[in-house]
């Protein structure tokens, strides 16, 4: 295993649940699911802190963000968002490769902040994957195919 866990995953060393995947980005399921629906979302490229960014991946990463936020909405409904960036460990950067959380809220959910007083349990893969999978049906039927009839 390499440094960034990150770059295993890109290079499918790592195992994912991959929601949604272009040329410069990919977004899946966090391992970590506090609120069903948290989503991560990195560039392909290896870069660890949104400062050191070229402006085309920038662009590209939070186009990504927006796509999944919007999809991470309609297939969870939940009462709230946090989308969030930390860069470096004092800011709370567990992995050191830029990544976007999309997280779901729910009102009263006991998150307090960036840093988990607790951490959640870890989530099987199975269910990540069917986490994953109802997203991607979202962004097929509801966000790169809006109904046409509109």
């Not at 994912?16 to 391992?31: G, H, K, P, Q, W």
């Not at 959380?101 to 989530?123: A, C, E, K, N």
């Not at 979202?138 to 790169?144: A, G, K, P, S």
């Amino acid at each position: 295993m390499s440094a960034c866990v990150f770059c295993d995953i890109l290079r499918g060393s790592e195992e994912a649940s991959r929601v949604y995947e272009d040329d410069t980005t990919l977004a899946f399921m966090n391992i970590k699911q506090f609120n069903e629906g948290h989503v991560l979302v990195i560039p392909k490229a290896h870069i660890e802190t949104v400062d050191q960014l070229p402006l085309d991946i920038a662009g590209a990463l939070f186009q990504t963000t927006v796509l999944i936020s919007k999809a991470v909405q309609d297939t969870f409904q939940p009462h709230g968002m946090n989308i969030w960036q930390s860069n470096g460990a004092a800011a709370g950067q567990e992995v050191p490769h830029v990544h976007i959380h999309v997280f779901p809220r729910q009102l009263d959910d006991g998150f307090t902040g960036f840093r988990y007083l607790s951490m959640p349990p870890l989530v099987e893969r199975a269910r990540l994957n069917q986490l994953a999978q109802r997203i991607r049906n979202t962004i097929d039927r509801e966000i790169l195919s809006p109904n046409m009839d509109a």
